[in-house]
């Protein structure tokens, strides 16, 4: 005889992550992380603070993402004539970043990835209709033949999110080689990626609870884009 489980609403969100697991790589919610989140998310923290510490959990993040690209042998001599037996990239890689939140991602690409080329996609959500409008796209121009970190720190409905991966896809990124980063993600926005996109993998640190009714994530940060680039908090995301 066995009793029906009931769960809660955080285990119903680890229920639906482990049936996408091949696409979503939820970072390990160690207390580490978990005390970062609870400085950034504070509606209290100072912008200082707030990029100070948004930036490590991005560092984690892309971290995560760049030990998700593929890697051959590689054997090197060491001063003392041992040999020591590594590993390097076999892939060519490129970051898009989605303006404007996206662009708070881009230092530490940087400091981790010497000769990756930073295209950007400008995509603005209204802030009434809650929907994505697409402005403008610069690429590299071998962008098809590389894998691509799209840096995109909220996802809500989601509705950015895929106009982005289209704009990639239609410069012929294959699906696979897209490995998207994100900081918040909701369940809802994540579903409709994941479907839409089987194969694009998500490195993300938090899945929210839900989306509320004005599209916000909750319990969710505020406006990300605002609160790091220190412009009006103008709502939340
Ligand atoms: C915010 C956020 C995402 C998007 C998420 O951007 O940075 O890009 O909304 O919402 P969605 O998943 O419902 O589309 P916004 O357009 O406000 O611009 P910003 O980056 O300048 O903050």
Do not use: W
């Not at 979503?24 to 200082?48: F, G």
């Not at 610069?138 to 704009?167: C, Q, W, Y």
């Amino acid at each position: 005889m066995f009793e029906s489980i009931v769960l809660n609403a955080h285990q119903q969100i680890e229920v639906r992550i482990m049936t996408m697991k091949n696409t979503v790589h939820l970072l390990p919610q160690t207390n580490h992380l978990r005390a970062l989140h609870s400085i950034i998310r504070d509606k209290n923290a100072c912008q200082n603070e707030f990029v100070f510490y948004s930036n490590q959990i991005i560092r984690l993040l892309l971290e995560t993402a760049s030990n998700m690209l593929p890697f051959h042998p590689k054997n090197v001599m060491t001063p003392i004539g041992e040999m020591y037996e590594g590993l390097e990239s076999t892939t060519k890689l490129c970051a898009v970043s989605v303006i404007r939140a996206g662009e708070s991602m881009e230092t530490e690409l940087r400091s981790m990835h010497l000769n990756a080329p930073l295209g950007k996609i400008l995509i603005q959500r209204d802030k009434q209709t809650k929907l994505p409008k697409f402005y403008y796209s610069n690429l590299p121009s071998d962008i098809d033949e590389r894998h691509v970190f799209l840096l995109e720190p909220m996802l809500a409905t989601a509705g950015s999110a895929l106009m982005g991966i289209k704009v990639l896809l239609d410069a012929g990124v294959k699906e696979e080689n897209i490995i998207f980063i994100n900081i918040l993600i909701a369940p809802e926005g994540l579903e409709r990626v994941s479907e839409t996109h089987p194969k694009i993998r998500i490195v993300t640190s938090s899945v929210e609870k839900e989306l509320n009714e004005n599209a916000f994530m909750v319990p969710g940060i505020g406006d990300f884009g605002d609160r790091y680039f220190g412009t009006t908090d103008s709502g939340a995301r």
